[in-house]
């Protein structure tokens, strides 16, 4: 028979991406969605891409307890990969009490939904913003976890340790948390992409809207950083990559291959790159030129952080292999298409 995966906030950036590998790699997916942060296009487009008419979707919001467990009694879950949460660092610091109750209650109810079932193995998406202003780079799943700058990156914490106590308590529970590094790019086809809501705060799709004339400049915030050209250095990783790394890991956890019932892993590239030589990448792949300009550093900004993906690339079998062009032309071809739409 079939594993089956449940992707709470499956119609979003990453979880569209990820029900597409999904359902390539031959898993049965049902996603779930309260549309806050998305429309109904981002699920089209799985549709579209895998040919599949009929992936079962489920508009509901994971804080309703009751919900979540219905879902759970009308479909056998194997395991379920949550991405459902708030992600805007700036609006978590205007409105934590939104943030800590959205993202603590959902992956709550997930949990309670579990246990009431018999179990279940839980992929839950967190983010290199646990390991803060690192001291030493790259930052290993061993790199301390430091005290969070944001409601936001807290939430992310938190939610680590309630899936490690859970899984610690109840053997019929496993959980594997990946970090995430900076996921950019769309999917090959410009059919799913990132849908950023009013003005981008994240660095890429600032840099597409640019290009494409919808904002007029982009500011790259602070060049006086102790780094080789002033910038900031991250690990932007490809969205399909990314999604690729869910199945790897799902796969672990719905084979019993897992070492400890609760994992770790960085997902990333290994490989730091500066906003200029991002901005420089983009320009080049895509033949043209970028209006901006060099503003104050952005409050809360670490200067550096990429990550050790050995881990991940000897446990999970699995390594980026998108080239960061290929990545910049994908998330150029996926601005082109929204505004042909
Ligand atoms: C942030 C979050 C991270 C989250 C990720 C995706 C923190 C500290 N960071 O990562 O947890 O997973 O977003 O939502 O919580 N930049 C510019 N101009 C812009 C936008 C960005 O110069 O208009 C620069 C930033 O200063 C930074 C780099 O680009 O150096 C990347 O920024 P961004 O895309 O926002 O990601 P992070 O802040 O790294």
Request: with cysteine; proline share 4%; net charge negative.
């Amino acid at each position: 028979m079939k594993k089956r995966i449940l992707v709470s906030g499956g119609a979003g950036y990453i979880g569209s991406h990820v029900t597409v590998e999904l359902l390539e790699a031959g898993y049965e997916v049902v996603v779930a969605d309260n549309m806050s942060n998305c429309d109904r296009s981002g699920f089209e487009g799985v549709r579209q891409i895998t040919g599949k008419e009929d992936i079962p979707f489920v508009e509901m919001d994971f804080c309703d307890a009751a919900a979540v467990e219905r879902l759970f009694d009308e479909y056998r879950i194997d395991a379920v990969i949550h991405f459902a949460a708030f992600k805007a660092v700036g609006e978590s610091v205007a409105e934590p009490i939104k943030y800590y109750r959205n993202n603590l209650t959902s992956l709550l109810n997930v949990l309670e939904a579990a246990r009431s079932h018999g179990g279940c193995n839980i992929l839950f998406s967190s983010s290199a913003t646990v390991y803060g202003e690192a001291a030493e780079l790259p930052v290993t799943e061993q790199s301390p976890r430091l005290p969070a700058t944001s409601p936001y990156g807290n939430t992310k914490q938190i939610c680590e340790d309630m899936l490690r106590d859970t899984v610690a308590s109840d053997r019929s529970i496993r959980g594997i948390a990946l970090r995430y590094f900076n996921p950019i790019g769309a999917h090959p086809s410009a059919l799913i992409g990132e849908l950023p809501r009013g003005v981008p705060n994240n660095l890429v799709p600032y840099i597409t809207q640019t290009a494409i004339g919808k904002r007029s400049c982009l500011s790259i915030f602070g060049n006086d950083y102790p780094t080789p050209d002033g910038t900031c250095l991250r690990d932007y990783i490809d969205i399909v990559d990314l999604a690729r790394a869910h199945v790897a890991a799902v796969t672990r956890m719905v084979e019993g291959r897992m070492k400890e019932d609760y994992e770790i892993f960085n997902v990333g590239t290994g490989r730091p790159v500066s906003v200029l030589e991002l901005v420089s990448a983009f320009e080049q792949v895509n033949g043209l030129k970028l209006n901006y300009r060099f503003a104050d550093r952005r409050p809360g900004d670490v200067v550096a952080i990429w990550a050790d993906t050995s881990l991940a690339n000897r446990e999970l079998g699995w390594t980026a292999r998108r080239t960061l062009a290929e990545t910049l032309a994908s998330a150029w071809a996926w601005e082109k298409h929204l505004a042909g739409r």
